[in-house]
């Protein structure tokens, strides 16, 4: 059932209706902008069904995998904001971010087996990436509305495009802070050093500590500003430490060089 | 102040993630400054829990837990840094338990009870295999042509092989090499290993003897040090590479790691969930 083939056929589709998904909300059809999410999620489903079946094992061993699986993640996302902040009205944002990822993964070998070495079969293995993944989902929505929140001319839209974004934050960062985390816990465990100064450790580090620093100056006066500067640098970081540290090989991640 | 200070070990972060020609842009990491900015930072997080009256709130709790968190685990690193043991040796397979581990340089460390590694199994995935040309004229060097992997399903698909069972000697191991009908040679690559294990035998001074096995993700324990088992002799199976750590810090890293996990998912999602459901 699972084929190269098929598998293609999928993830274009999959691509296709979150295209569509999004046109649909810029457009003011909710209601259908929704479903057609729904639909492209669910063979975004196959796909990291297809590829967890043929690699035998949890699907996070290249950047194809990934990338699929991150797609996968914004639409439980986008429900868990609406039905716990209320930000229905973030659907097209979802969207978005589930398009790229996916339209990414043309551009990517699909073919590669993947031979998990020793030191990732862990039980850490799975909430690492996981946590990880699903906090960069979220961060990357929260990236667009502060960004349409800068350049929104109108106060009160740019107000509420920062809230929701600030709001959507909350979800990422923590999960974020177990992904960080959990992976020098894991590090321990494997090689008896939680910390190696790795570029992707140190790329992550910085992500963090931007995000919080986001955070911290969000009270203070003249904050608003501020911390949406910061929220951007860290999602730059975050970029960094996503795709360049992997993709770059100057930048040669040691301890993440099975994440090409 | 708080900010700046982040952002100060964020530039310290960045200069030491740059990749640098001589390949040594870590030591930043090392360096004095880096070690006081990040002690300033843990004290920090541990004081400003003590301002206000954060206890008197379960979000005030969260906050004192999450920054009372990065405290620790600095302090908790620092004094690993400084007081930990630590080294990594090759411990021969079937040698006599020593009481001993072979330190830095001329260093060594007594231990309260004696080791020695008695067994080790690896098991291995299939291999990378090398298409090589033959050479058009004597004396030249077999041309390398292509490698071959096997795919999602663990087929080889190397042309001129039927099946790959081919590949396979009778005792169901891969062959080292095979000259294909062509002329063509086909050698094995590396194999990268799927599992390895060692057992060790451990003896107190008590008398008492016993053996456990340990594998990566799963050090040995002992009195307070940690064995990990690192890497293997891949030619001769002889010997086991291991990491020994004792790190009176280890309890407070994990500790603070855990506060500020949960601190932080506390802050996030509880203590604000109900904050924004209140004004509502």
Partial sequence: MFTDVSMLILTGFACLLYGVAFVLSLCRRAKASFWVFGLGWIMNGLVVIGNFVLCGHPPFGNMYHVLVFLSLCFLPLYCLVRAWRGLGWTLGYFAFASFFPLLGTFFMERNLSWQRVPALQSPWFVPHVLSYMVSYATA?????????????????????????????????????????????????????????????????????????????VFD????RKRSAFLHLVGFAALLVTFLVVNLLPKFGSALHSYVK | MLVKLILLIVC??????????????????????????????????????????????????????????????????GIGALK??????????????????????????KLDFSLAITDFKVDFYPPTYDLYEPPSTMGDDYVHVKSFKPDLDGQFNIPLINDDSELKDSNGNW??????PDGKLLHRATQTPKYFEATARIVKKDGTEY???FWVNRPLCVDGWRFYLMSYDTQHRSYVALSARRDPGRALVILGIWLVVIGTSLLCFVGHGKRVSEES
């Fill in chain 1, 140 to 216: 990357a929505v929260a990236a667009i509305l502060m960004m349409s929140s800068l350049w929104s001319k109108d106060d009160a839209a740019s107000r509420r495009f920062h809230d929701a974004s600030q709001s959507i934050m909350r979800v990422s960062l923590p999960l974020m802070t177990f992904g960080l985390w959990s992976g020098a816990l894991w590090a321990e465990e494997a090689w008896g050093i939680y910390w190696s100064w790795d570029p992707k450790e140190t790329w992550a580090l910085i992500t963090w500590l931007l995000y919080l620093a986001s955070f911290h």
């Fill in chain 2, 84 to 109: 930990s043991e630590k080294t990594q040796f090759a411990a021969y397979i079937g040698s006599a338990p020593a009481n001993e581990l072979p330190g830095p340089g001329e260093t060594s460390f």
């Fill in chain 2, 175 to 180: 062959k080292a090499q095979l000259i294909l």
């Fill in chain 2, 211 to 213: 053996e456990q096995a």
């Fill in chain 2, 12 to 77: 310290f972060l960045i200069a030491g993630a740059m990749p640098s020609l001589s390949g040594g842009e870590t030591a930043i990491f090392g360096t004095p400054i880096f070690c006081l900015l990040l002690g300033i930072l843990g004290a920090w997080s541990i004081w400003c829990c003590f301002r206000g009256n954060r206890h008197k709130s379960f979000r005030g709790w969260c906050f004192i837990a999450c920054h009372c968190g990065v405290g620790l685990l600095l302090l908790g690193a």
């Fill in chain 1, 220 to 223: 203070s006066r003249g904050g």
